[in-house]
């Protein structure tokens, strides 16, 4: 074997080592890695009532209630559990019914999730406004992709 | 392909090469303007501000091809003793990191209208910050020490540390919830982006590869010249 070979075999296995390490220490904290929970993921035995966390989801449809201008009540969903929100603030640009969203805030006594900040989050799809429009008028529009 | 680690077979391939990348890049950046600027159809939910992808993605993409490369060049400077990889790894960190802060600036400005924040830290924002760090140590690193022997050395095996990042910002956003979305194109499956947003994405990629090729030309020529005459 080579002294370059050897060389290169050295800095590969130190790397995929470096590499292992990394990853294990991230696998062990993916709980603090991960940005929000899903409602499915939050068990109602271990809510603590007052402390900041973050909930990702879909809006549900028709769950949407505007109480004033900066005051709205909804409902944040993975299609497996749903949780009841209220907000004061300005929503931003793409929030809307079943668009997905990330929800910083409390849990309150009542079990509604008090929210502090509300994130618009979308998806990784990209198609011409036009092509929406064609796509409802032959009535092959896919509610999904709303 | 001698001249991808012979300084002087490089300096001759550069010479003939280096007008006609600049004015390539010229054009693509011209056409790459005008496609994702007028050409370019609104998003469905997005609207124009969908137009700041074509800044953002690009630059994305060439902070982790800058990064992959000088890795490459670092193990081939440590293992087979080449120094052009340490010449390269001095003259190229500055471009990397440009094109990670164009990445994190866009994607702020991207994110705010979009997501309603400019920043968080979710797990793909925070691995690009560390990727800008490391790129800034590396810069860092190649203007503080005395002796160039030892400096080349520690300065490509701290990039090879740091390469462990590159899979971590590729993969962060697969394996844990992020506020940011999963990639659209990927080697595997149909890329979720109509082709004609797909068009002004590809163009605009190829200008700033070739933007980035012509600045890189330029200061490997200077960091050969500076190491013939002993100032680096």
Known sequence: MSLRFQRLLLILLTLVIILIAVLLILYNTRENVSYFYTPSEIDKSEIIINKTIRIGGFIENDSFNKISSSSFKFRITDEKASIPVSYNGILPDLFREGQGAVIEGAFNNNDVFNATNVFAKHDENYMPASIKEDLKDTGYWNKKYK | ?232
Request: with cysteine; hydrophobic share 55%.
């Open chain 2, 1 to 232: 392909m001698k001249f991808l680690v012979n300084p002087s077979k490089f300096n001759e391939i550069a010479d003939y090469i280096f007008k006609p990348v600049l004015i390539l890049s010229i054009i693509l950046f011209a056409l790459g303007l005008l496609f994702s600027l007028i050409i370019s159809p609104d998003d469905y939910q997005q609207g124009s501000t969908v137009r700041i992808m074509y800044v953002h993605v690009p630059s994305a993409w060439l902070a982790l091809l800058t990064y992959a490369i000088m890795t490459l060049y670092s193990i081939a400077a440590l293992a087979f003793r080449i120094p052009f990889g340490f010449i390269f790894n001095t003259a190229v960190a500055p471009i990397g990191a440009v094109f990670t802060l164009i990445c994190i600036v866009s994607g702020s400005l991207w994110g705010k209208p979009m997501w309603g924040t400019w920043w968080v830290w979710d797990a793909r924002l925070t691995s690009v910050a560390i990727l800008f760090i490391i790129y800034l140590i590396v810069i860092f690193m190649n203007l503080s020490f005395e002796n160039r022997i030892v400096r080349e050395k520690v300065v490509a095996i701290f990039i090879l540390v740091g390469s462990v990042n590159l899979p971590i910002v590729k993969f962060s956003v697969d394996w844990w919830n992020t506020l940011h979305q999963p990639a659209t194109i990927s080697k595997f499956s149909k890329p979720s982006i109509d082709p004609s947003m797909m068009t002004p994405l590809i163009i605009m990629t190829f200008a700033f590869m070739m933007i980035g090729l012509a600045i890189a030309i330029l200061r490997i020529k200077t960091e050969i010249i500076s190491r013939k005459s002993n100032l680096g």
